[in-house]
């Protein structure tokens, strides 16, 4: 980080160009959705006094009427994502990586966050949607089998290599 530069504006300005891509390939964002879990809902992941999960980014194109629910991790100082963390699995939700690592607590949330986005008009049941990682830094060497592992859950993935393709081809 250089100076004056914290750990809130990085992971803001990552953010930031990520939505702004999402954006270009015809995608209405909203960032910080929090997702409305009912207290059967907490009981059923195990956590009944946890608060609402928070989803970074949430990404509608309504042509497709496609939904993804990203998280998006820019990590710029630490060595990145790691492919071990992305294998765990929890019974009970746990780290960074929840959605991803429980299967449980993603099938939960994403079901209530589906739900919330019928009731608010912004879905219906016939939307898709799909859970990404969109990653700022990833651990040496391990973006192909992080993409592998998310390509065979049928999960998103853009690589920091992904970013960076995207952002010079939107300023071209």
Known sequence: MGPGQNK?????????????????????????????LTQDEKRAIGKSSAPRPIVDLVALHFGRNELLALEAKSYADTPGVKLAQMQEEHEVPTGRFKLFTSERYRTVVLARLKQDLIEAGMANEQSTLTLGLLAGKVNQGQSQAIRELMAARGWLFWSPDDVKAKLAALQD
Request: one cysteine or more; glycine letters at 10%.
């Open 8 to 36: 809130m504006t990085m992971t803001d300005g990552f953010e930031n160009s990520v939505c702004k891509l999402l954006e270009a390939e015809g995608y209405w964002v909203r960032r910080g959705v929090r997702v409305n």
